[in-house]
């Protein structure tokens, strides 16, 4: 065995070691396995000293609000492997403009912060009405159509807990007319609705006429049964 693949295999075995506590599914063991074992020797030599350097850092991938570490294996793999997660922080007075040194540690760590593009005010507009409907989606379109959502809204909407939103801006505003008309009823009638006042028994349009362009290829499916 070469030098370069017995380090390979000290890596892999420190990695196995320490993220079975973090990710007991085996799924970020496996994803660093096929990435390490696919590496050449010059590839494997480059990373290795990138991690040296900083430039490449082993990270846990976990299925958001799935798969959660203990907070107990979390510090137990912090302390094996000699990582810091608490430090005290210098501070700046705001009346006095002086700098100093909290008493007591805090945990600090490195967060991906990304600014979702659909947030600029350039893409907001009002809308004339909301009368014109695409037969294909359901949905409110041409000058009527004032503002949509993308799948990153949605992810991002979802990691909050705002199930009952996603459920208007995809379900009753986004193509189930049946619900829709429900739902402009009970604001003309009452000045406000709940979700749970609605009488849904129609389907979102464009799972329905998927269904339906589906069946016209004799592909049998039940999309719009769920």
Known sequence: MSNISKKKTAILKYITKHFKKLDPTGHNIKRYTDMLTGMSDVEFDRFMHA????????????????ERPSMSDILEVADATGTEL???IYQTDAATGKRFLSRHKYPVFDLPIRRLQQFLDKKLSVADGDSKIDGMTGQVTGDDRAAGI????????????????????????????????DFKQHIEEHGSVRLDELEVTTKTRSVVVAQILLEGMHLQNNIAEG
């Open 150 to 181: 993308t799948n990153p809204e949605i992810q991002a909407m979802l990691a909050k807990g705002l199930s009952k939103t996603l459920t208007e801006f995809v379900t009753v505003r986004g193509g189930n007319i049946g619900a829709y008309g």
């Open 51 to 66: 991690m040296k350097k900083g430039e490449n850092q082993f990270h846990i991938v976990l299925p958001n609000m799935t």
């Open 86 to 88: 608490f430090h005290r």
